[in-house]
């Protein structure tokens, strides 16, 4: 059984719970045996810092304010990414950032504020981004075309840059191939009524495919609507390499090359 890496999840909530070493060996078991770990906030920047630090070779991770954690202070906050690049374990990418209308806030004058404050923080971190010229991971739920502009506007190269989560269809994914950017796949490619992201995946082709969790959401099938975690990864990648037709084994190897290419990961 090949080794596979997962592309994004979110360790903090299982470091918490005080159940990281058992999520980690229950991955290893499942031959997920590596992942990157991504920041959300600066309240898991340096958690995530030391656990590449301590579990060096299993554990990657990024740092970068969620387009949800975008509050009144993103601009301080943005002003201590650099800084990560300057440290003993620096991250493999920035991010998670970029634009999110499903969490808006009800009031449409508040939302439009609170979407105008995204795009500020978005439009920042790319600059950063692109003067460090590392890759960006990209949060885009319900608004793809304003994350298209912005990244456009800022220059930024996009062969560095991938649609985490990716959950359109073939027309968008052509978008980003167009321009040389990638879209990761999650559990949903799994899921029933997910026929235009397996579209969308398979134009995009198994030489560009990378995988993730983004655990603990978004459970691929047999545990959807369950917490996810970095070992549920082997379903995923097994239900894809069906879709391509290839062995498990070729999967995984594929999607881990292209996961070590694009993170740059030693």
């Known amino acids: 059984m ?26 290893v078991n499942a031959g997920v045996e590596r992942m990157v770990t991504v920041g959300t906030d600066l309240e898991d920047w340096d958690l995530y810092g030391e656990l590449a630090q301590s579990h060096a070779g299993q554990i990657d991770y990024t740092v970068g304010i969620h387009p949800c ?27 998670e950032i970029g634009l999110d209308r499903f969490h ?16 500020d923080a978005f439009q920042a971190q790319l600059v950063i981004a692109k003067d460090l010229n590392v890759p960006v991971v990209v949060h885009s739920r319900g608004a793809f075309a304003e994350c298209v502009a912005l990244i456009d506007e800022s220059g930024m190269d996009w062969t560095r840059v991938v649609f985490h989560c990716f959950s359109e269809g073939p027309g968008e994914m052509k978008q980003l191939m167009d321009r040389g950017g990638f879209g990761s796949f999650t559990g949903i490619i799994t899921f029933k009524n997910a026929e235009a992201i397996r579209e969308a995946a398979k134009l995009q082709g198994l030489n560009r495919l990378m995988v993730e969790t983004d ?3 978004l459970a691929p099938m047999p545990h ?24 498990p084994d070729k999967l995984a190897q594929t999607t881990t090359d292209n996961a070590v290419g694009f993170y740059g990961l030693k």
């Open 2 to 27: 090949n080794s596979i890496i997962d592309t994004h999840t979110h360790l903090d909530s299982f470091y918490r719970k005080g159940v990281l070493d058992n999520v980690l060996e229950a991955a």
């Open 215 to 217: 655990a603990p959401y």
């Open 69 to 95: 954690s975008v509050d009144e202070g993103w601009e301080s906050a943005s002003q201590k990414i650099a800084a990560f690049w300057e440290k003993g374990k620096t991250p493999v990418a920035l991010g």
């Open 224 to 247: 959807r609507g369950k917490p996810n975690e970095p070992s549920y990864l082997r379903h995923t990648a097994d239900f894809c390499a069906e879709v391509f037709g290839v062995s």
């Open 104 to 119: 808006l806030p009800k009031d449409e004058s508040e939302a439009e504020r609170v979407f105008n404050r995204q795009c």
